[in-house]
C-alpha cells in the first residue's frame, strides 16, 4: 500500500515536471534570438503591413507565436514555412493558412524567402517582448510652470525692491525740499519772483518761418505713412490661419523627408499646386494610426494631439480604423487657403517648378521648418519683379530653352539669362 502510494506520488512529480518543463521550452523558444536586430528586422520588413498591437493590413503580431501555439496548435516551424513562402502554404491547402488568406479576404501576404531561420528568430523575439508603458512626458505646462513660477517670484522681488527705493527717493527729495524752505524762511531769505515771459509755445506759433518747416514735415510724414499703409492693403505676408485639420509640414516634409510634390503633384503640369485628395493622406496613414511617443510628447508642448487629429482624418475620409475598411461615410474638410493673388494675376506653377526648376522653398520659405504653415513671402509685384531681374534661368540639360538660350546670348552676349532678359518683364505675361 505504502509502494502505491508513493508510485502516484513519483508520477504527479513527474507529470508537474513535465508541465513545467513545456512551460519553460515554450518561454525560452520565444526568447530565442535578438530583439533588437528583430525590431530592426520587422520596421523594414514587416511593419507595412503590421504593428505588434493592432490589426493593419494584416493582423496584430504581439506574441502571435505563444498566440498560435496555444489555439492552433502551430509551432514555429510552421512560422518558417508560412514567412518564406505563404501562397506556398495556402495552394497546398494548409488549414490554417487558408483560413486567415479567407479572413483577410483573399490579400496575400509578402514572401520573404531571404529571411533565414535567424532572422526570424530575431523578429519572434521582438514580437514576444512584453508591451511598454508608455512614457508619460512631463508637459510645458507642468516644468515649464515651475520654471516660470521661480522666474516670476525673481522678477516680482527685483520690481517690489526698485518701487520701494523710488519711493524711498522721492520720500526724500520731498523732505529735503520742505527742509531747505523751513531753514530759508527761518533766515529770512525770500526767494526771487520769475519775472514772466512769453509761453514757449505762443512764442513757437509766432515764428511763421517755424510753422512753415512743421507743416511740410507733418505733410511729408502723413504722405509717407498713408503710402505705407494702402501699400500693404492685399499683402498677406505672415498670414497663419487654424486648419480644421492640424498638418505639420515639419514632420511630414521635415522629419520624415516627404518631397512637396508628392503631395501637392500638380504643382508638376498645372497652373495651380492643388490641395492634396485625403486619399493621397491615406497612402500612409491607413498604416500611421499614432505617431511615436516622442513625436506626441512634442505636440502636447505646443498644445496639439497628433494621434487626435488623425482621428479626424479617418472621420473625414471615412475609415472605420479598427475594421480596416471604408465606411462610405465621409465629410468635407474646409482648409482655408493661405496664399492667394489677385484675379488679375497669373501665375503657373509648372513653368516654375518643371520648366524653371524652382525649388519650393524659393517662394513658400522653409516649410520643412514650419509647424503651421504661413505665407513667408510677401507676393507682391515688386518681389515679383526683383526675382525676374536677379535669378538666372536654368538653361542646362534643358532642351525647353536651347534654341532660345542661344539667339539671347548672342544678343546680350552673356553665357547667363534671367527671366527679366527673357521677356519676363512684359505687362502681359503675368497680367490678363
Known sequence: MIQVIYRKLTTNSLRLGFVILLAFTTTLMAQEGDPAKGKSLFNSNCAACHTLDKKMTGPALRHIEQRLADDEGLDREWLY?????????????????????????????????????????????????????????????????????????????????????????AAG?????????????????????????????????????????????????????????????????????????????????????????????????????????????????????????????EGEKIGVDYNAEIKKLYAAVGWDDEEQQYTGETQPVKWVRIHNLPDFVYFNHSQHVTVAGIECQTCHGPVEEMEVMYQHAPLTMGWCIDCHRTSNVKVEDNAYYTKIHEELSKKYGVDKLTPAQMGGLECGKCHY
Open 173 to 297: 527729495l520731498f523732505v529735503v525740499n520742505k527742509t531747505l524752505r523751513r531753514f530759508a524762511a527761518a533766515q529770512n531769505i525770500d526767494f526771487e519772483e520769475d519775472s514772466k515771459r512769453k509761453p514757449l509755445w505762443k512764442a513757437f506759433v509766432q515764428n511763421q518761418f517755424l510753422m512753415l518747416v512743421v507743416s511740410i514735415f507733418f505733410l511729408l510724414a502723413s504722405a509717407y505713412f498713408m503710402f505705407g499703409y494702402f501699400m500693404q492693403i492685399g499683402v498677406d505676408q505672415g498670414y497663419e490661419p487654424v486648419q480644421p485639420i492640424h498638418y505639420s509640414h515639419k514632420i511630414h516634409a521635415g522629419d520624415n523627408g516627404i518631397d512637396c510634390k508628392y503631395c501637392h503633384s500638380s504643382a508638376r503640369t498645372s497652373k495651380h499646386s492643388g490641395i492634396p485628395s485625403l486619399n493621397v493622406c491615406m497612402n500612409c496613414h491607413k498604416s500611421i494610426y499614432e505617431v511615436a511617443p516622442e513625436t506626441q510628447a
Open 81 to 169: 514555412t508560412w514567412i518564406k513562402n505563404s501562397a506556398g502554404m495556402v495552394k497546398a491547402g494548409d488549414a490554417y493558412a487558408n483560413k486567415i488568406y479567407d479572413e483577410y479576404a483573399g490579400a496575400a501576404m509578402t514572401a520573404f524567402p531571404q529571411l533565414s531561420n535567424e532572422d526570424i528568430d530575431d523578429i519572434l523575439a521582438y514580437t514576444a517582448e512584453e508591451k511598454k508603458a508608455p512614457v508619460v512626458a512631463e508637459t510645458a505646462a507642468t516644468g515649464g510652470g515651475d520654471a516660470g513660477k521661480t522666474g516670476g517670484v525673481s522678477n516680482e522681488i527685483i520690481l517690489g525692491a526698485l518701487t520701494i527705493l523710488f519711493m524711498l527717493l
